[in-house]
């Protein structure tokens, strides 16, 4: 445990500085538009599963199509509150 503690030590400000820039580029919009992609997909992706997983339960019924579009508007709700949270 004690040399973790001095190998944490030792780190370089030039370390930081890395993580600064880093961090410094998910402000730049490109960034925030592709992180709002990935979590309508994520979002879509889990309630697509979630949907399947009911179907699965209690049978097919003939409003699947209506459960699909209700699945992607909810996904598509969370993407953009997602987007509107980091702007």
């Known amino acids: 445990a004690v040399w973790i503690f001095a190998d944490v030590q030792q780190c370089s400000w ?3 500085r890395w993580l600064a820039l ?3 580029m998910t402000h730049n919009p490109v ?3 592709a ?3 990935l979590v309508g997909l994520l979002a879509v992706h889990f ?3 979630m949907r399947l ?3 699965e339960w ?3 019924p003939a409003y699947q199509k209506t459960a699909a579009a209700a699945v992607l508007s909810v996904a598509v709700f969370i993407a953009m509150l ?4 980091t702007l």
Do not use: N
């Open 14 to 16: 030039d370390h930081f």
């Open 58 to 60: 209690f049978g097919w």
């Open 22 to 24: 880093f961090l410094e």
């Open 47 to 49: 309630f697509g599963g």
């Open 53 to 55: 997983m009911a179907f």
């Open 35 to 37: 992180e709002t992609v």
């Open 31 to 33: 960034v925030k538009l």
């Open 82 to 85: 997602f987007l509107f949270r």
